[in-house]
């Protein structure tokens, strides 16, 4: 046995250190594979994860884009409505030339040919009578809708003057307004008094 001398002393740290050492080499060399692939792996899910918030994201700004575009549609079917119900109910003596070519203006279809030849008879009616009536709208909504067709519900109030005041005040109706799109013109094309 060699007895423990200074030299074995300093000797056996060093051994130790570079076993230590290779031990170190080789676990770097086995890890160091395994955590590129690691990365390589989290890139690879971190990019599916971008591209599909990215689709997901352009999908909905589609999507609310298109929501959009049907309700500015919606809407103007129902301002069509309105404006024909107000048209409609609004007639006054001295304008009745005026205020039937308005509704014709926005008219086509059954509703347009229910007036065709009977304008100046209605407008020579409207003038004897000396009735005015001052029509406002009290509700409105859609009924159904069917790509370039709506059907609005119009509720509406005409207030009624008569040259005597005997028949004077208020008269409350219901239409279905048929409001259709030819090329972004909406026009009534069918007019129908609910009860």
Partial sequence: MVPDSPAV???????????EAVEDESSEATAGPARS????????????????????????????????????????FVTTAQDTVIN???????????????????ASGEFKAEFDGREDPFVSVVKEAGVTTVGKILESGIESE?????????????????????????????????????????TASKVEFVP
């Fill in 37 to 76: 692939s690691r990365g390589l792996v989290a890139s690879i899910v971190a990019g599916v994860l971008v591209l599909a918030l990215a689709g997901v994201t352009g999908w909905l700004l589609v999507e609310r884009s298109a929501a959009n575009d049907r309700d500015a549609q919606r809407a103007e």
């Fill in 88 to 106: 409609l109910t609004t007639i006054k003596p001295d304008t009745a030339k005026e205020d039937v070519e308005r509704i014709l203006a926005g």
């Fill in 146 to 186: 069917d790509g370039n067709t709506a059907k609005v519900l119009v509720a509406a109030r005409a207030d009624v003057s008569t040259p005597d005041g005997a028949q004077n005040g208020p008269r409350d109706f219901r239409m279905r307004v048929t409001v259709t799109d030819d090329g972004g013109t909406k």
């Fill in 9 to 19: 002393a300093a000797a056996a740290p060093d051994v130790s250190a570079a076993e």
